[in-house]
């Protein structure tokens, strides 16, 4: 039996016009799809890290590394599942509030380790960083709460621990 699990894939690429479009062809063509992408330079100015969520089994994440790999830009490929990383991910969020909730959200907010940006009569806008999961846990919360009214996520970053 296979079993999908999501997998946090770290691409360094040659910081060219086109690199990115290249890895994100090769996952379309494929058929594989990217839940979360995040892409920025490195302390190398030539050079990029691609962050990127997926899932598939394992033979499927094989499959993309060694695929990925036979692209010229890229320069190294990690699963960071398959080691002991950090993750973190960015959320804002705008919330409408009234009399009764906007003690609510600022409570829930402080619970869940976030800072409240904004704060109008009738809403209330929290940035809030953390795992997948633990952001995934703040936004179950929250929409108990309080109206969503616009949600961003960064989608996720992630490194390696230790050396």
């Given at each position: 039996m296979r079993t999908e699990q999501r997998h946090i894939i770290s691409i360094l690429l040659?910081?060219?016009?086109?690199?990115l479009a290249?890895?994100?062809g090769m996952f379309s063509a494929r058929g594989y799809n990217i839940e979360s992408l995040s892409v920025a330079p490195?302390?190398?100015?030539?050079?990029?890290r691609l962050t990127l969520?997926?899932?598939?089994?394992?033979?499927?994440?094989d499959q993309i590394i060694k695929q990925s790999?036979?692209?010229?830009?890229v320069v190294e490929i990690t699963d960071l599942t398959r080691d002991d990383h950090l993750e973190a991910e960015l959320l804002?969020?705008?919330?409408?509030?009234?009399?009764?909730s906007a003690r609510l959200v600022v409570d829930c907010a402080r619970?869940?380790?976030?800072?409240i940006l904004d704060e109008t009569e009738a809403t209330r806008t929290v940035q809030l960083t953390g795992t997948g999961s633990e952001v995934n846990a703040f936004l179950s919360e929250i929409a108990g709460i309080a109206k969503v009214?616009?949600?961003?996520?960064?989608?996720?970053?992630?490194?390696k621990r230790g050396l």
């Open positions: 040659q910081n060219e016009a086109g690199a290249r890895v994100a490195t302390h190398e100015p030539t050079v990029s969520v997926t899932m598939g089994s394992e033979s499927v994440i790999r036979k692209l010229v830009d804002m969020i705008k919330v409408a509030v009234d009399g009764s619970r869940h380790r976030g800072l009214l616009e949600l961003v996520r960064s989608g996720t970053a992630a490194i």
